[in-house]
């Protein structure tokens, strides 16, 4: 996973700034500055990215710390393993020694390059090629024996993702403007055609043009073949799509290939029962639709007509149409669609699947999940008073304090006396460090949201004019933090509730069944899953653009909120939770049934 830019990539790639990292705290204030705006500018990278392996049994993660004096790359396995990993800086080749001394080489690559097209704003952005995987070449044994694989080159297509955002000028100096942008992956990929050793040749057949992907083709067979080129055994793929919703469609996003059965056939030609393979038959949308859970998931909401949550009805009523966002919420009876469910052997035995919905209970750093309790500031009265001879008027600030990141409604109103006098009158929000976060003077009823980290916040009052009395009000609407706590909270995706092995497929006497428990032992209401991080959809952003109200060069401060959340809400690998506590049951009844 390439966090930022490609570690290898030259003068700028983490394994080529190690050394300007480690004297950042000796830098002078302008070198921090100017340290800090390539890092925002993606001129230098200064985070590792993670490579993962899976071979021959073993499977784990790493990361590249430098290069030692010798040119060659130091590596550390999360978690330790025993392995010498070597490398070089341009990283042609992995080579891993593992320790019973077999060498696996890893040589041939795989680019993937993303394509960016967005609808609002910016230019279509097409990203280099970067190496993405390193395909096993071949092995070496203790006592020099080599099995190697033979690869074929070929190309995919396919539609990766959509991300949307939406901005608004608090203060109405700029223009609001929302963006999507749609991202297609290419993959020069690596398919393998033969693993050859000194007793024959396994070899790979992709033959079934794959409908859901562009250019792809699905595995059709795998043949075992003797020193004599003889077919000793073959395994044949029979493929299918799954239910897709509308039924109508027949664009590529809305197909998703499964497979169906593996047929095993020997050298006679006799062939044994297949394996089949059984999912869930909810229809999917396409792969572009919308309704999408926070973690990605199908939620069934095909009503969504965009991707940037909506703001919860009580909590803010406008923000450049948000109102209106997407229902993000996830949905177990939808997510489930097209999981696989059932294994059917030759045998005539069974495997069968059942899951149920992720839950957590907590935070990374925190113990439970906090409640938020609606809690309106009342009305504050923020009257400002001008004198005849024209002195400036200003109320005095009151405080209020948000102890909890949240999205607050601001409301507004601001009304002159009769006769009008020749005055204007403002109200502000500032926070602790005295930016002022927002500032409105018109006469109509005016509503706004606003992102607030936890904090201490100022409203205020000014007039500037002489005459009558002018009366200003600004009304809060925020939630404050409770001190009771959710133990079980619904979160995206699945985990496997139970597992039951039957050996044939009528007698369910000698049933092997394993239900598993994701609650803690010491609190068995709580759900041992965590979060990452809280979800987070709002930022600010300052920039510099043209406006109607300030000509050309005017500082726009724009909320915007966002599809994808501002923190990560899965990891790498794209588990949603983690679980500290997985408790496995053995029996058929689970109050009955052992644990370990």
Known sequence: TVMGLPDERPLAGFMHNTESISEFLNYSPIQHHEYLQSIADHQIDVQPDEFFFNFAGYAGRFVIEGVDPDGFLIIHTIPYQNFKIIAEQQLTYFKIITPDGMTYHFNNIELTRATTVCEGGGDEQIDESIKSSWYLESITGVNGTVITFDYADGTILYYATTSESRLEDPWLYCTDHDTECNTDIEIALKRLQSINFSNGTVRFFAETEREDAEYDYALSRIEVVNKQE??????????????????????????????????????????????????????????????????????????????????????????????????????????????????????????????????????????????????????????????????????????????????????????????????????????????????????????????????????TSEMIGSGPTAHATITTYYYELQNDTIKSVLAGGLRIKEVRLRKDTVNSSDDQVVRYSYNMATDKDRSSGFLLSTILYDYGFTTRGFSEVGGPGTTCDFQVRTSVSQVPVSTANGNPVFYAEVTEFFGDMLPNGSAA
């Not at 469609?249 to 998703?256: F, G, L, Q, S, V």
């Open 230 to 459: 003889e077919i000793i055994r073959s395994y044949h793929f029979q493929y299918d799509y799954h239910p897709i919703e509308p039924i109508n469609c027949n664009d590529r996003e809305c197909k998703r290939l499964m497979l169906i059965s593996i047929t095993e056939e020997g050298m006679d030609g006799a062939q044994l029962p297949p394996y089949r393979f059984e999912y869930d038959p909810t229809p999917l949308p396409s792969r572009n639709s919308k309704a999408q859970d926070h973690w990605g998931f199908y939620n069934g909401a095909l009503s969504n007509q965009t991707l940037v949550p909506a703001y919860p009805e009580e909590e803010c009523e406008s923000f450049n149409g948000a109102a209106d966002g997407a229902n993000r919420l996830p949905n177990f009876s939808f997510a489930k669609a097209a999981v696989l469910t059932g294994l059917l052997y030759p045998s005539g035995g069974t495997a069968t699947y059942t899951y149920e919905e992720n839950r957590f209970g907590r935070y990374q750093d925190q113990l439970g999940v906090d409640t938020f309790e609606a809690n309106e500031i009342p009305r504050i009265d923020l009257s400002a008073f001008a004198s005849s001879n024209g002195v400036n008027s200003t109320k005095p600030a009151d405080t209020f304090v948000v102890n909890a990141d949240q999205i607050v409604r601001i409301s507004t109103s601001i009304e002159f006396g009769n006769p009008p006098c020749e005055c204007e009158a403002s109200v502000r929000l500032i926070n602790s460090n005295g930016q002022v976060l927002f500032e409105r003077g018109d006469e109509d009823a005016y509503e706004n949201c606003l992102f607030l980290p936890a904090g201490t916040y100022y409203l």
